[in-house]
T-cell receptor
């Protein structure tokens, strides 16, 4: 199994600002993902973070709003840009190794935008 | 298009009861199925992973079964405890891109 940590665990931000969330895995993993979970909802996949190349975004999510970096096999960041109250959610990082095997999740980042 | 449904949406039981959570999926061509637990405001904990070739997996008081032909999985929790109170999510790994398709979860409350 993989142990995943996220920073920050929570934040309260002002409208129009940006927040970068960090995700650290304790071992090298093939796949890393970023999810959003809005209040009372299940998880929505934002993008697959690709090591050394641009992330693969799901329908409805764009790089300008959610830029993602993955410089190596253990670390990734998600930035929520130009935030609005609708971005208030829990953001979750996950890892999977190799593709199709068990997926593990970080503790999540609870974001509130005022 | 793969869809995952979980029934019931919420469940409240007294401590000590055995219970079953249900997950159904519309396309039987899956790679695997995973059950997760989520505590309020927290991340997800992986409970059990069942590969498409397997019928069931067990971990402690938890037993998950998979019937691909009928598009169903069940999570059996034996001798429930208040600490089992959480939301239980089912996710199917399917398709060429192997992304997880999620159910909406079952919110479980085990009362002392």
């Amino acid at each position: 199994s993989a142990v995943i940590s996220q920073k920050p665990s929570r934040d309260i931000c002002q409208r129009g600002t940006s927040l970068t969330i960090q995700c650290q895995v304790d071992s090298q993993v093939t796949m890393m993902f970023w999810y959003r979970q809005q209040p009372g909802q299940s998880l929505t996949l934002i993008a697959t973070a690709n090591q050394g190349s641009e992330a693969t975004y799901e329908s409805g999510f764009v790089i300008d709003k959610f830029p993602i970096s993955r410089p190596n096999l253990t670390f990734s960041t998600l930035t929520v840009s130009n935030m609005s109250p609708e971005d208030s959610s829990i953001y979750l990082c996950s890892a999977q190794n190799p593709p199709g095997n068990e997926q593990f999740f970080g503790p999540g980042t609870r974001l509130t935008v005022l | 298009k793969q869809e995952v449904t979980q029934i019931p949406a919420a469940l409240s039981v007294p401590e000590g009861e055995n219970l079953v959570l249900n997950c159904s999926f519309t396309d039987s061509a899956i790679y695997n199925l995973q059950w997760f637990r989520q505590d309020p405001g927290k991340g997800l904990t992986s409970l059990l992973l069942i590969q498409s070739s397997q019928r069931e997996q067990t971990s402690g008081r938890l037993n998950a079964s998979l019937d691909k032909s009928s598009g169903r999985s069940t999570l059996y929790i034996a001798a429930s405890q208040p600490g089992d109170s959480a939301t239980y999510l089912c996710a199917v790994n399917a398709g060429n891109n192997r992304k997880l398709i999620w159910g909406l979860g079952t919110s479980l409350a085990v009362n002392p």
